[in-house]
């Protein structure tokens, strides 16, 4: 069974830094995409980028390029979602998502549960 | 990258059919055949509900039905239930590895 697991949720201030994770299992890592997608309290759903890691290949969306870095680390089959300096409208829940196809087919197969972020100072 | 167009709410009686939009251009649902649709209950993460504008996955109900004409796709469900309250986000390929979705509609069985 596939499954992607997330950290958990996390409080921080403006300006600090934070990491967080989704652990894939049930699958080849390094043969699906993974994806992240940003859900604002009360808005929908916004796709931020894309990791392959067996290519290590990243895209982001224009929106989020800069201010996310998306990596993998393929030795813990994990994808991560870092930012360097967090500002308030970074509150959100974050979602991994598991793409099993090329990426332009399929769809976004698997989720991960959701990794709420609260930035508040 | 512009979001997709969707109506911020549709609703329905108990066993009425009633259909979602999703309106994009010819740079993403006009030229591609990935399209698909997530229902997300609240406070659960969404689920994955079309796929390739018409396709189901397994263990989805058939009464969910999607179609693509032009540069807009739709979701259809039919036999509306009462479980079938939650959000609805479509979301298409709009080449060079990169996605756009939809604002979402949230759906309201009356």
């Known amino acids: 069974e596939v499954q992607l697991v997330q950290s958990g949720a996390e409080v921080k201030k403006p300006g600090e830094s934070l990491k967080i994770s989704c652990r894939s299992s049930?699958?080849?890592?390094?043969?699906?995409?993974v994806g992240w997608l940003r859900q604002m309290p009360g808005k929908g759903l916004e796709w931020m980028g894309i990791i392959y890691p067996g290519a290590s290949n990243t895209i982001y969306s224009p929106s989020f390029r800069g201010q996310v870095t998306i990596s993998a680390d393929n030795s813990v089959s994990t994808a991560y979602l870092q930012w360097r300096g967090l500002g308030a409208s970074d509150t959100a829940i974050y979602y991994c998502?598991?793409?099993?196809?090329?990426?332009?087919?399929?769809?976004?197969?698997?989720w991960g549960q959701g990794t709420l972020v609260t930035v508040s100072s | 990258q512009s979001a997709l167009t969707q109506p911020a709410s549709v609703s329905g009686s108990p066993g009425q059919s009633i259909t979602i939009s999703c309106t994009g251009t010819?740079?993403?649902?006009?030229?591609?055949?990935?399209v698909s649709w997530y229902q997300q209950h609240p406070g659960k993460a969404p689920k994955l509900i079309i796929y390739?504008?018409?396709k189901r996955p397994s263990g989805v109900s058939n009464r969910f039905s999607g179609s693509k004409s032009g540069n807009a796709a739709s979701l259809t469900i039919s036999g509306l239930q009462a479980e079938d309250e939650a959000d609805y986000y479509c979301c298409s390929y709009a080449g060079s590895t990169t996605f756009v979705f939809g604002g979402g509609t949230k759906v309201t069985v009356l």
């Open positions: 998502v598991g793409r099993s196809g090329p990426a332009d087919e399929g769809a976004f197969d698997y």
């Open positions: 390739e504008v018409s």
């Open positions: 049930g699958y080849s890592f390094t043969r699906y995409w």
């Open positions: 010819s740079s993403d649902v006009g030229i591609y055949m990935v």
